[in-house]
């Protein structure tokens, strides 16, 4: 799915953590629309890697080539990305592994399931990045996770009004990676409008997540950065800027 602008307060909706139903998660529209095993609640360990500058991502759109995140996002992305796959391992059986990208684009080599990389979207403040879910079957573009290189980026909440938490985003991209589309339920992470009025998977994301793969294995608490913490309360003041939408792209 694609995140997409609308005010520094939602990508996933603005507020405190309401109560919801745990069915209001909805999946992604792909089958059956997750790693691993096929049958829902059934953990998975799934390979991650970085895309190089130059590698190719022609299935979306013909000259598409990829920016590596270290070639345009700020010194501290790394420990951002693997936070966010951390936040949702912490609340799923859910596994991952960091391993060497091959630069296939179709990912038919040895690349991670889950892959990142960035290419221009729309300039700023509109498309902010998207994902696209697991596979229906065979190597496809499935758990690619793109980053609009026109956008501003940051680690952490607060700072630069125009610049975009790469934590928050990244969360939420993976969960579209991993199988869950967006939700209406306001004040949740899969909620398409990014937000810095809280961090990481809320308790209808988690509900969704823990239905595709179960829960964890061992109990954990996700653990945002400091500086993301210190931002939930200039949040919480409504120190909000610019949002934007996020969409998943299907299995290409």
């Not at 700072?159 to 939420?172: E, L, M, R, S, Y």
Request: net charge negative.
């Amino acid at each position: 799915m694609k995140l997409r602008k609308i005010a520094a307060a939602a990508l996933l909706a603005a507020g405190a953590l309401t109560a919801a139903p745990a069915s209001a998660f909805v999946l992604g529209p792909t089958s059956p629309g997750k790693w691993g095993p096929p049958a829902f609640g059934t953990g998975a360990t799934i390979s991650y890697s970085f895309m190089a500058t130059g590698t190719s991502c022609g299935q979306e759109f013909a000259g598409c080539t990829i920016t590596a995140l270290a070639d345009f996002m700020p010194a501290g992305y790394l420990g951002a990305v693997t936070s966010a796959l951390a936040a949702w391992s912490s609340v799923a059986n859910l596994t991952f592994i960091l391993v060497a990208d091959d630069g296939d684009p179709f990912n038919v080599g040895t690349s991670g399931e889950l892959r990142f990389g960035g290419h221009p979207f729309d300039g700023p403040f509109n498309t902010l990045a998207h994902g696209f879910f697991p596979p229906v079957n065979g190597a496809t573009a499935a758990g690619d996770m793109h980053y609009d290189t026109d956008d501003q980026w940051k680690v952490g909440f607060g700072g630069n009004p125009n610049a975009f938490d790469i934590f928050q985003v990244t969360a939420h991209e993976i969960g579209h990676a991993l199988g869950l589309g967006h939700t209406a339920v306001a004040n949740s992470l899969m909620n398409p409008f990014y937000t810095e009025a809280f961090s990481g998977p809320q308790a209808d994301d988690i509900a969704g997540m823990q239905f595709i793969y179960g829960p964890p294995q061992t109990q954990g608490v996700p653990e945002p950065a400091t500086a993301a913490l210190l931002g939930l309360a200039c949040a919480a003041l409504g120190a909000f800027g610019r949002r934007r939408r996020a969409e998943a792209l299907p299995a290409a």
